[in-house]
């Protein structure tokens, strides 16, 4: 049971345009998002993060969007660049949750050609 | 500040045998948990330890498990190892693991079961 769902496997855009990564969850008791990027041979590294109180977080050239009604989230990178070619993963967790549990999609593998 | 490290990077092993991950966490972090990576599945949230107790359980089989020790330093095991068993071990680390923590990840251990 995937309760966070990455649908695209890969996105490839141009530097310098937009770059939408999608990510649609299923479980109603998430109210926490994040979206971590990962390299090769390296571990995730926080990018963004949203509470469930809001349906917009920005920082510089990432913005982050949430649509509770539609259990659907989304991850604008504006201008992209080709140091953001990574793999995106979006991860979710709930407070009732006691302690640190993530879940994770399956990753959105990003290439921005020069 | 150094960053959560985790040994071995690397580690070939056969059927049925059994193997032990270590990760040590940023100083002054007391939440550690694993996670299992393989591709098209995304993270899989393995389990969490914090002050030497484990806090939650992923969805895995009793082969794997894991303990945490004083210093917060977390072992994980593996036993009677399997090929669906290879993945990216990786192990974070949070200062108490509230659900709105970032977590930071270590670069991870890639596991091969021939």
């Known amino acids: 049971d995937q309760q966070v769902k990455q649908n695209s496997p890969s996105l490839s855009v141009q530097e310098g345009r937009i770059s939408i990564l999608n990510c649609d969850y299923t479980n109603s008791m998430f109210d926490y998002f994040l979206w971590y990027k990962k390299y090769p041979a390296e571990g995730p590294t926080f990018l963004i993060s949203?509470?469930?109180?809001?349906d917009k977080n920005e920082d510089g050239r990432f913005t982050v969007f949430l649509n509770k009604s539609a259990k659907h989230l989304s991850l604008h990178i504006v201008p992209s660049q080709p140091g953001d070619s990574a793999v995106y993963f979006c991860a979710a967790s709930a407070q009732e949750t006691s302690g640190s549990r993530l879940t994770f999609g399956e990753g959105t593998q990003l290439t921005v050609n020069p | 500040k150094a960053g959560v490290t985790q040994t071995p990077r690397y580690l070939i092993k056969t059927r049925g045998q059994q193997v032990t991950l270590s990760c040590s966490p940023i100083s002054g972090h007391r939440s550690v948990s694993w996670y299992q990576q393989t591709p098209g599945q995304g993270l899989q949230f393995l389990f969490e330890?914090?002050?030497?107790?484990?806090?939650n359980k992923g969805n895995f089989p009793g082969r794997f498990s894991g303990r945490q020790f004083s210093n917060s330093r977390s072992e994980m095991n593996v036993s009677t190892l399997e090929l669906g068993d290879s993945a990216l071990y990786l192990c974070a680390s949070s200062l108490v693991g509230f659900t709105n923590e970032k977590l930071f990840f270590g670069s991870g251990t890639q596991l091969s079961v021939l």
């Open positions: 949203i509470s469930s109180i809001k």
């Open positions: 330890y914090f002050s030497e107790t484990q806090r």
